[in-house]
């Protein structure tokens, strides 16, 4: 079958997430093999919406319609049958990041007003998570081994009903309703909740399917958390209805186990990160890539190192979009055919841009977004259960972008990730840019920390063992790079740390740096 791209409809996100998939079971056939677990189990459509209902049927006793319900699972097909289950019956699934800590998650369930917890005994025990689980002793945990062993026989009869006469038993959700509740990444602070709507997720299914060719032969490769946005909507959302198979991975930080996989499935799509795809390409043996078409990688910028590592070991094209939980989530997208690395893509069809001038930054500007895929507002820990919109539509990303006369963007760097020295904002971008062009094989993440003289000073941590500053500044003069972008300090450490999205968590970075100067001080 020809790869095909579907043009862009609005009218296909009128309608609520779970009867999209019932569509998609129409469309596709019900027995047709959807989704594989971690465990290389192949689930088909009608196996998921009779799971979905069953699953629904037990989980909404106890709970209201329209109220938020927790899920901490890892992707695949528990996670999926879960988020599916509360929407088929008209509960919002609260995504919860399960790696965050007591702390982080608290504050989630807090802000999303959430009283009910779906989990798992078997990701409890194998991430070590008792304690966390112990210290939200307020929340009730429910756990998906006993619920299934516990089935009544009016939950089967649901499932049975469901699978048949769906019409007869699930909710129906407006479009406008809020459809899930996700949480921002918190790399620079506390996450707040992102509510995003059925029509909000349908469109932006509907945006990357018209930007990008597939074709129903073609297998996805998920294993980015369906916490993140990314895993959920792109990695699992969009494959269900678009007939495309997907494969499940529980974690990102498994190369050898997900090379293999690739192999074995035969996989054409993977989605990734810069962070991870880097770490995949290192772990790869000849020809465990060569299924692989195509790599679409958000969420962080993609390195012209990682792209000179993957090319010596597969010759797949690497894509490379930027989105935004608040996007749901992608917002921009490069093409196969239209593909400009160090870019972003053009915006989704529908969607606006503009830039705001940004003091001290020359030739780029604060980028802002309006479209139909734009959150329905963000809810804040100050105001539990309250979705504020953003004003006129318009979201502020805090990315520093430019825009050039075709419309491709390039993002310089978050706002917050400018350092301001001597009345000059530098991107910490450009300064891990430098770093990674010297010593490729390794992790670096820059930070800015008051300084007396200048306002503020960058300082460099890397895992590179040989890093000096000299060699940056040598660097700097040669590709014609500001010296302000050398950091004034290098600092050596074992790790960088990481989200489980395969972002720098650059809250811990910043604590590293400012433990490092109080201790010189």
Known sequence: MPETSVPFDPAAARRPVFQALLDARAEHGGDTAALVDGDDRALSYDEIIRAGFALGSALK???????????MLPTGAAGAIAFFALSAFGRIPTMLNFTSGAAALKSALTTAQVRRVVTAHRLVDKAGLGDVI??????EFVYLEEVRKNLSLKDKLTAVAGKLMPWLVAARPHPHDT?????????????KGVALSHENILTNVAQVRDRFAHS???????PLPVFHCFGLVGGTILPLIAGIKVICHPTPLAPKDIVRRIRKHGASILLSTDTFINQYARSCDAGDLDSLRVAVCGAERLRDETRITLRKKSSLTLVEGYGVTETSPVAALNTLEDNHPGKVGRVMAGMEARLEPVEGIHGAGQLYLRGPNIMQGYIKPDAPGVIVPPPDGWHNTGDIAAIDADGFIAIRGRLKRFAKIGGEAVSLAVV???????????????????????GEKIILITTAPDAQRQDMIGWAQNHGVAELSVPREVLLAETI???????????????????EQDAAS
């Not at 112990?134 to 929340?139: H, I, R, V």
């Not at 459809?179 to 996450?191: D, R």
């Not at 129903?216 to 998920?222: G, P």
Request: aromatic share 8%; proline share 5%.
């Open 216 to 222: 129903r032969q073609d297998v996805m490769f998920n």
């Open 61 to 71: 006793r106890g709970t209201r319609a329209g109220e938020c319900v927790g899920v």
């Open 179 to 191: 459809a899930v509740i996700l949480f921002t990444s918190g790399t620079e602070g506390l996450p």
């Open 432 to 454: 891990e840019n430098i770093a990674a062009a010297l010593w490729p094989d390794y992790s670096h993440a820059a930070v800015a920390v008051p300084d007396g003289r200048k």
């Open 497 to 515: 740390p990481m989200l489980a999205t395969g972002k720098t968590d650059y809250v811990r970075v910043q604590k590293m740096a400012e433990a």
């Open 134 to 139: 112990a210290g939200l002793s307020d929340f």
